[in-house]
Every structure is written in structure tokens, then in C-alpha cells.
């Protein structure tokens, strides 16, 4: 997840995206990513736990060493469990009224992204379609169309010759969305 050439602009929609942003003018808001281990130690050192956001690592390993104010689960169940009955007091002073959850997003890896397509709390799907074939070892699974239609596509943005949009999709979206660009 190092943000170098063609990541740059998807890195910057995915902080925008996933980050507090409403955090200056509310800051009871907050917002939550969950990942797996694997995607949790491909963030590079100086930019974990990911700021202004509640960080959740999924593993099986119970003895997996975890910096301090990052929370760990064993599932993607126990993650959503845990954050629906935590009482938030992130970054607030004794006293001030608890945070209010506003939105939990699934950054990955694979499974994870499988497991939280299937669970009825996911409504939105915030993809990066990339126009090539590249050499990877993870990708976002397939998806119904009937479950989750196109609600939102960005332009085409083009950097050092790969070409790319940002597509919004919801679950039980009205009929046509918008159509394809």
C-alpha cells in the first residue's frame, strides 16, 4: 500500500474516503477500517495505524503482538460485534459525550473482502476499476450486479500510462443507476 506513482491519486481517495474527515466540524464522528494481518503490515511503519480512523486487524494468531490503540479480532463477526458495542471515547477529553460510529470500511485482503460482501451490513462497495492486466495476488472478488448497482463513477483519471476510475456501488440501489461512462 505504498503510495508511489500510479497510487498517489487512489491513495488520496482512499484517505478522503475512509479518513474522519468531518472531524474538524464534528468530532464525535469517527470512522473505523478493518483489514486482515497481511494487509495491516503491507501499510509501511510511519503511516499505521492509519490517523483519524479506529484501526481493526483481523488474525487467528491470538498471540499476534498489536501496538496500543489498534484493536484486534479473530473475525470479521467479532470486529463488527466489538465496534457496535465499544463505547468510543477516541481522542476526547474525560467527560465529553461518546463518538458516534459513522461508517466501517473493509480495506482487505481477499477473504475479508468475500466475507464482507456476503454480510447483510454492507451496503456500499467503493471500487477502483484499473483498466489492464496486472500480475497481483489479490483481487477484489466478483460481485453481484443484481445485489449492488452503480450509483457513482468518476472520470477517467490517467497516470504514467494506466488509466483508472473510482466507482461507487450500493446495495439495493435503484433500478439503472447511472449508466456506464
Known amino acids: 500500500m505504498t503510495c508511489l506513482g500510479v497510487f498517489r ?3 488520496a481517495i482512499f484517505k478522503t474516503t475512509t479518513a474522519s474527515t468531518a472531524w474538524e466540524a464534528n468530532p464525535r464522528k469517527v470512522k473505523a477500517v478493518i483489514m486482515g494481518r497481511k494487509t495491516w503490515e503491507s501499510i509501511p511503519m510511519n503511516v499505521r495505524p492509519l490517523p483519524q480512523r479506529i484501526n481493526i486487524v483481523l488474525t487467528q494468531n491470538s498471540e499476534y503482538d ?6 484486534v479480532a479473530h473475525s470479521l463477526k467479532e470486529a463488527f460485534s466489538r465496534l457496535k458495542k465499544m463505547e468510543i471515547e477516541w481522542g476526547m477529553e474525560k467527560g465529553t459525550p461518546k463518538a458516534c460510529l459513522e461508517e466501517v ?3 482487505g485482503g481477499g477473504r475479508i473482502f468475500n466475507e464482507a460482501i456476503a454480510h447483510p451490513d454492507c451496503t456500499k462497495l467503493y471500487i477502483t476499476e484499473i483498466d489492464g492486466v496486472f500480475n497481483c495476488d489479490t483481487f477484489f472478488p466478483a460481485f453481484s450486479k443484481e445485489d449492488f448497482k452503480e ?5 477517467t483519471h490517467t497516470e504514467n500510462g494506466i488509466s483508472f ?3 461507487v456501488y450500493e446495495r439495493g440501489a435503484l433500478e439503472g443507476g447511472i449508466p456506464p461512462q
Open 165 to 167: 476510475q473510482f466507482v
Open 9 to 11: 491519486p487512489i491513495c
Open 105 to 107: 470500511f473493509v480495506i
Open 66 to 71: 498489536m501496538r496500543e490503540g489498534i484493536l
Open 151 to 155: 450509483i457513482s463513477r468518476s472520470e
